[in-house]
């Protein structure tokens, strides 16, 4: 729900740039100011969101002072938040490899409403299908209908 909600805000804000018929200083900083909205009310880290605000806008200093045209202006700030979006989420940690004949606990803490017990049905399903067996424990004391 979040992330729809969050994709559908970034789709909207990259489509205004799109069809703007003039990129100058003010549609790119109502554009980053948007991005970075809608970014903070899916709860993203204040630091990560000027670092890819500081990207864009360096991006397009080195490539606006040069003789680029509009389309191509457009395509590298919408490769550039794209980037910058892929890097937030990429990670250097390898995921965490279970082996067979021993325990493994894993745990998912998150805010009411993030989809908790759906990622972890997911979760258990897949690993269901893989041949493991699987024990999920419900330790919500809030929500009464988790354990169904």
């Known amino acids: 729900m979040v992330l729809a909600e969050l994709g559908a805000k970034l789709t ?6 799109n069809n703007t018929t003039v990129v100058d200083e003010k549609i790119l900083n109502e554009m980053i100011t948007e991005i970075a909205s809608a970014l903070l009310t899916s709860d993203v880290n204040i630091h990560s969101i000027n670092k890819l605000r500081n990207a864009v806008k ?10 680029m045209g509009g ?13 910058e979006l892929t890097a ?3 990670s250097k940690n390898k ?4 082996t067979r004949g021993k325990q493994h606990v894993v ?3 998150g805010l009411q409403g993030a989809g908790k017990t759906t990622t972890c ?20 004391t809030f929500r009464a209908g988790a354990f169904e």
């Open 58 to 67: 360096t991006q397009v200093n080195l490539h606006m002072s040069g003789d």
């Open 88 to 90: 937030m989420l990429s």
């Open 107 to 109: 745990m998912f803490v």
């Open 121 to 140: 049905t997911k979760y258990a399903y897949h690993f269901i299908k893989k041949g493991w067996r699987v024990g999920l424990v419900c330790a919500d």
């Open 12 to 17: 909207q804000a990259l489509r205004k740039l």
């Open 71 to 83: 389309a191509n202006l457009r395509r590298l700030i919408t490769k550039t938040v794209v980037d």
């Open 95 to 98: 995921a965490p490899e279970f």
